[in-house]
């Protein structure tokens, strides 16, 4: 391959790690960001000296970032570390009843009251049942480079093999006779934007990739893993400039060019790969008075997926029930499914939703004054286009869910409040440039073609590549790694015969 001129957009984990590789095949990158800052959603930031992540937290699969290091000739381990958390996640529901999920799952046998003798089996089938097609599906799916070709045929083939239609919950179903463990292992589509009671049950598989490799959190915070990735892009020779905007795709004969700025400026380029989202790339980005593409149809009428409501909490006390918490909580509400009737058919946003409980101060990876606690509240809600009125009803929907936290707490949390800061889905459109505030792109739903997410290389507008929460393979970190590694095998093979 000739040393390309690529144009990446977006310094999020999908740009910066697509950027990496292609500097490491000798390609001459520039990475445009909207922001002053890199990470996109992966960042830290303070508030009266509590340190939260402000998007994700719990990485797994970190052999992926091993590989990313070596592909720049260093390794991960001098640059970053990861510190280890077992349980994964525990469930938490209205009867007070605890399920915690480890990576071993004989500790998740051993270590839980929960199983009846029918629940036991249906565990160790549930596992079973996923382990046996993990490889097939994470590898030669999810780790391969696909095109359109390659969707359409897996679609005839693979995916009717798999049953892939059958939800994720209906899956779950079929293995537990709980209606608590139905909940849990039917719930794995809301980590990435979908719907447990309509989105394929491939997505259980999630639970395997947590029960192979575990979950970890960066020491000192997702900000010193972005740094670190920062700094092996800069080492490679790759170039981010911040503030930097981009408005259009330019297209001539439905061939990529390079793109217009916000500032008006023209940057040429070989290639454009966008790692903004995907769903906003097509729909704001590429000029269809000019011509019409087929793909920017397609993905108008994908639905958008969820948003969330991000309320981060420090307090001045240690929780009293902070023994029966970990890292990772997952609270799961009164009546479940018309908490999922509210986000995907109504559409509204739920006065008593599944919320994810997540506790800094209990992984010491981030940075909590002393005698205190760090909580950080995820919850799932529906998008701009449903619902737009958080300029007004933000602050009610905190105090909405500080109510809801105190059920589960003796600990009076309002009066002990010392630091807080929320999120809420307007921000994360500005922030992160996402469609609705679709923190996870598309409504993650299995098309007759094949795909659950869009293509990695554009259907038609040549020399354009998407990677990100709306590509091939979706979201979460590991779906940005693989993204970026297989849309530069894509690359490669393109460009292999030009001299
Ligand atoms: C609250 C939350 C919790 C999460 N928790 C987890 C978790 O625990 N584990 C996990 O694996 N995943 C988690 N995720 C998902 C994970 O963070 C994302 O899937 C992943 O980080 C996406 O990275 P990305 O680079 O594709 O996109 P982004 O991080 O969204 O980056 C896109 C970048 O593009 C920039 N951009 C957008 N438009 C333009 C433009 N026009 N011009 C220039 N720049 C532009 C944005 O500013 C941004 O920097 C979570 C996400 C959120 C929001």
Redesign the pocket.
Known sequence: MRPLNVII?????????CGIRLAAEGCRVKI????S??????GTFEVNGFQF????????APFLFDQLFECAGKHRIDSIKFLEVDPIFQAIFPSRNRFSFYKNPNETIQLNGLFSDADLIGFKNFSEASSSIFDEVFFDYCGSPVDETTFSLRSNLWFRRLNAQQSCQEFADKFFRSPELKQFFGFWPL??GGNPRQESHLFRLVSQLFQRWGAAVPEGGMENLVNAIVSLFSASGGEILFN????EIQIFNKTVSGVRL?DGGILQADLVI????TA??YR??IDIDRNRYNVVESAKQRPAGFS?F?YHIGTRCVLQERQELTP?NILFPENYDQFLDELFEQKVVSANPLM?LRMPSKTEALKTPEGTEALSL?VPVPNLESYDGWRYDSYAYRNRLLNLLQQYFVTDIRSNLIAESF?DPLA?QN????YAGS??SFQPTLQKSGEIRMANRSKDIRNLYL???GAHP???????LL?AANTVELIKSDFADER
């Not at 800052?37 to 992966?42: C, K, P, R, T, V």
């Not at 922030?431 to 996402?434: D, N, V």
């Open positions: 957009i977006g310094a999020g984990l999908s740009g910066l790690a445009l960001e909207k922001n800052f890199a990470g996109g959603s992966l992540n402000t998007g994700a937290e719990i990485i797994t980590l990435g930097t905007e981009v408005s916000k966008s790692a903004a989202d906003a790339t704001n980005l969330l991000v990772f994810f995820i999120f994360f922030r992160l440039g996402c923190v996870f990677i990100g929460n979706g979201a979460s970190m590991v779906g940005a993204g």
